[in-house]
């Protein structure tokens, strides 16, 4: 297999949604619930929503606000609360097709989304039981 990086404007990068399809598929991660932008999940509700940091409703505003306003508005989200309704019931599934065998949950480090879903995640967590 090649491995998951890609050229983007110029960069190469690391494509972490492709290389845990592909630990998946090895056998070394037996349940995933993750999205990409631009899936079936999005809802056209989610219009007005700001998902990225270089959104012009965010010009004059510093990094650090920029990263809260994003934060703050994908959490209102339609797409979020999908997001969080997916990660409890891969718990579930997990918890009953394995009783008894250790859940672990890995966030990945990003942007401000993915600090959102980790600031989240003890809560879904616990929502889950």
């Known amino acids: 297999n090649t491995p998951p990086f890609r050229p983007v404007n110029n960069v190469t990068v690391f494509d972490v949604f492709e290389h ?5 598929r090895a056998g070394r991660i037996r349940w995933m619930a993750f999205d990409r932008p631009g899936t079936s ?8 929503v700001i998902w990225s940091i270089s959104d012009s409703r965010l010009n004059g505003m510093t990094d ?3 990263w809260a306003a994003v934060r703050e508005s994908v ?15 891969t718990i579930g599934l ?16 990003g942007g401000p989304i993915t600090e959102l879903e980790q600031e989240y995640m003890t809560k879904i967590v616990l929502d889950s039981r």
Do not use: M, Y
């Open 75 to 89: 959490a209102q989200s339609v797409w979020f609360h999908g997001f969080q309704t997916r990660i409890k019931h």
């Open 64 to 66: 650090k606000e920029k």
């Open 41 to 48: 999940t999005t809802s056209p509700h989610d219009t007005n």
């Open 20 to 24: 845990c399809e592909a630990l998946q």
């Open 94 to 109: 997990a918890a009953q097709s394995e009783p008894g065998r250790e859940i672990r949950l890995v966030c990945i480090q």
